[in-house]
């Protein structure tokens, strides 16, 4: 068994959130592969609050469908900070966090 260290990114959104007119989480994780990243996955939340302390859930009474969404991407702190870098502008006014992770691979 192996161990490794990388950086896992944590990136909060809507699923209403779009970047050049395509969902957001779409545009990021087309953006992972296309960087080569070693991975992402989206999570969807039944409920959250966000920075401006609103809740976000989907509400079948008043026909809303706004939902948390997390985008976790791991990868070295390198590549993390360069994929940061590159796509700032997509990223722009968004809650990221940035943790040190420890991998554990059962390949040998």
């Known amino acids: ?31 992972v592969e296309e960087s ?11 409920a959250g609050i966000g920075s401006n302390a609103t809740l976000h859930t989907f509400d079948i009474l008043n026909l809303s469908n706004e939902m948390p969404l997390t985008i976790e991407i791991i990868d ?5 900070a360069l994929f940061l ?15 040190t992770t420890q991998v554990v691979s059962f390949n040998q």
């Open 36 to 46: 080569h990243l070693t991975g992402a996955t989206v999570y969807k939340a039944v």
């Open 76 to 80: 070295t702190d390198e590549k993390i």
């Open 85 to 99: 870098e590159q796509h700032k502008d997509a990223l722009k006014n968004l809650f990221i966090t940035k943790h």
């Open 1 to 31: 068994m192996q161990s490794k260290e990388q950086s896992e990114l944590k990136i909060y959104i809507d699923n209403t959130d779009s970047y050049k007119e395509q969902p957001l989480w779409k545009y990021i994780l087309q953006s």
